[in-house]
């Protein structure tokens, strides 16, 4: 286990913050009752801070005709909706809510070529409604696999996330389970997939990012 680098600048800050204000309560307090309870605590909330950026080290599952989970979390959404940004037809989307205590990473679901990646200013509704996949921050992602088969990946920022990070760049090709992105504080990963796909996975289950196989791409 280690420490992504999108959290270095954060946990620094927080550890300068909370440095000085533990010195001056030190200084401006006549007990050290206070003291020890507000040191106790920013002790807690550095550690908190620290395991949002945790990065585990892990064994990549792969298969040319498999769809990884990209996030870790629990499924909140499994239908057939109707992709507008930039698929224009009907697809099976499949979404991963992020819970602040989950791994924030994000990986590729399949091997193959950027073709799509825009980011969206937007709201920070509850990544839980139906609304946050169009109306909040949200990076779209769109990788096309050799024998042409678009699947698009949309990051979502939520309630407490106010960070969206995407390595994707158009035109560069990427391994399933290569690292995509960031969500700093949250909150939320949903994936389009063909119709006829199988899904192997169901409602409330919770999936583990580059570990869990989502579905399988029909032949």
Not at 29 to 42: A, E, K, P
Not at 62 to 86: C, F, M, R, S
């Amino acid at each position: 286990m280690t420490i992504h680098k999108e959290g270095y600048n954060i946990i620094a800050t927080f550890f300068l913050l909370l440095g000085i204000l533990n010195v001056t309560v030190f200084y401006f307090t006549n007990t050290g009752i206070i003291f020890s309870i507000f040191l106790i605590l920013s002790i807690l909330f550095q550690l908190l801070v620290i395991s949002f950026f945790r990065s585990p080290n892990r064994i990549p599952v792969q298969g040319d005709d498999l769809i990884i989970a990209p996030a870790d979390g629990k499924i909140v959404v499994i239908e057939e909706t109707h992709e507008n940004e930039y698929l224009k037809d009907k697809r099976i989307q499949v979404s991963i809510f992020m819970s602040p205590l989950n791994v924030h990473i994000n990986w590729y679901p399949v091997k193959g070529i950027i073709r799509y990646c825009q980011h969206h200013n937007g709201r920070h509704l509850s990544a839980w409604l139906p609304k946050s996949s169009t109306d909040n921050e949200r990076t779209t992602v769109v990788i096309e696999k050799e024998n042409k088969t678009p699947i698009l990946m949309r990051q979502i920022a939520g309630a407490m996330a106010r960070r969206i990070v995407s390595y994707a760049k158009v035109g560069t090709p990427i391994d399933q389970c290569q690292q995509e992105g960031f969500i700093k504080f949250g909150s939320r990963v949903d994936v389009f997939l063909p119709l006829g796909t199988e899904i192997n996975v169901k409602l409330n289950q919770k999936v583990t990012g580059s570990q869990t196989i989502l579905a399988k791409l029909p032949r």
